[in-house]
């Protein structure tokens, strides 16, 4: 069987080595921390900073295909193994920067919040002024799960702010009715497969839950906001999973982020969806069909299993219709991501 190169050692890499396992796939996970839960479920692992040329082009030389499942892999050293990558890596230095990202999506019709690129003092009163408060300062680059984010309730909060002293971008707040997600896969042949799009909700800047059907606020926005995903992936000549994150407003759908790979609030797709995102990941970079992505459940709810809920989690396998997956975590810090529970049907 071939093998999959996959870069980064998480989750999201564990569930698409899991995916690639039963399609007959072996997977060779790349990162640099010698933990990978990822690395667990694969056959192979090189362990080496993401600049190492040498481990890098030895790893790729017993690679069939080679994908991420982490979004901030520095860019420059895959210049060397670009013939094998799915998608390309212009998806992800596009998504490595907020305003990049934003200016992007722009281009192609999308609407993002109000923003201003901010590196200084002065810029950023000048955007507080400008866009308004509330608002919020993130770091352009290498945020996630919130980190990197500071809120703006009143333009005297920007005074009282230290500059990160890496390149910000100010958002203003917006004021929305739900958040959702559009996830796409895209084939070699560039055929487009959605999967339902669910309601999002956030705790502290970390996905809590995806649930299925979305309310009607979200509804209504689903296809405006999957035009938009098609044509970044078209842009994009992306290959594989892609997902981009709305909000709901009275104005329709306000483009958020786009994260170039497999996403937390598409993990309900194991269980509530014909194909998963994993596997379709899996089928579009290895150049293989799609599969179907119905929706087959009535009602699915995703929970996240943060930090501490990892000790308790197993009480849900006495609910019937409830799946659980742990990431294999040793440590369960606060607002890391150790799991998640799927309910189907009922809960
Ligand atoms: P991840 O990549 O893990 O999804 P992130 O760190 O890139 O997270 P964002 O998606 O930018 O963070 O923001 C996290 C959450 O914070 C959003 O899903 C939303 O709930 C809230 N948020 C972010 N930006 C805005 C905004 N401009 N207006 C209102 N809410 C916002
Ligand atoms: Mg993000
Ligand atoms: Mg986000």
């Known amino acids: 069987g071939a093998t999959i190169g996959i870069l980064g050692g998480g989750q999201l890499g564990r569930m698409i080595a899991i995916a690639a396992a039963q399609l007959g796939y072996r997977c060779h996970i790349f990162a640099p921390d010698r933990e990978s839960v990822a690395a667990e479920v694969s056959a192979d692992f090189t362990c080496a900073p993401w600049t190492d040329a040498a481990a890098l082009a030895q790893f790729a030389a017993g690679c069939d295909v080679v994908t991420w499942e ?3 892999v520095p860019v420059g050293p895959l210049a060397a193994i670009e013939p094998l990558l799915a998608p390309h890596p212009r998806a992800l230095e596009t998504a490595q920067d907020r305003l990049k990202e934003k200016r992007f999506v722009e281009s192609l019709g999308g609407t993002p919040a109000a923003y ?3 590196d200084t003092d002065e810029e950023l009163a000048a955007a507080v002024d400008r866009i308004g408060a509330p608002g919020i300062l993130k770091t352009r680059r290498d945020g996630y799960d919130g980190k990197g984010q500071w809120r703006i309730q009143t333009a005297r909060d920007a005074d009282a702010i230290r500059l990160p002293g890496a390149p910000t971008i100010y958002e203003g707040f917006v004021e929305f009715t739900a958040e959702f997600s559009v996830i796409l896969a895209r084939g070699h042949d560039g055929e487009v497969r959605f999967w339902d799009s669910a309601e999002n909700t956030h705790v502290g800047g ?3 839950t995806s ?8 509804a209504a926005q689903v296809a405006p906001a999957r035009e938009l995903a098609a044509r970044v992936a078209e842009a994009l000549g992306y290959v594989g999973v892609l997902t981009l ?7 329709g759908p306000v483009f958020n982020e786009m994260a170039p790979r497999v996403h937390n609030s ?10 998963s995102q994993f596997e379709n990941h899996v089928r579009a ?4 069909p799609l599969g179907d992505t119905a929706t087959t459940a009535a009602q699915v709810v995703m929970t996240n299993v943060i930090g501490e809920d990892a000790n308790s989690a197993h009480e849900c396998l006495a609910e019937p219709g409830a799946h659980l997956h742990l990431y294999g975590k040793r440590q369960a810090r606060e607002g890391r991501k150790m799991g998640h529970v799927t309910r189907i049907g009922q809960w």
Not at 245 to 251: G, L, N
Not at 285 to 288: P, R, S
């Open 245 to 251: 994150e709305f909000f709901a407003t009275h104005e």
């Open 211 to 218: 649930a299925l059907p979305a309310g009607e606020a979200i």
């Open 70 to 72: 982490f979004e901030n």
């Open 116 to 118: 201003a690129p901010v």
């Open 266 to 275: 598409g993990h309900w797709t194991i269980e509530g969806a014909a194909t």
């Open 206 to 208: 970390i996905l809590a």
């Open 285 to 288: 970079i290895c150049g293989l």
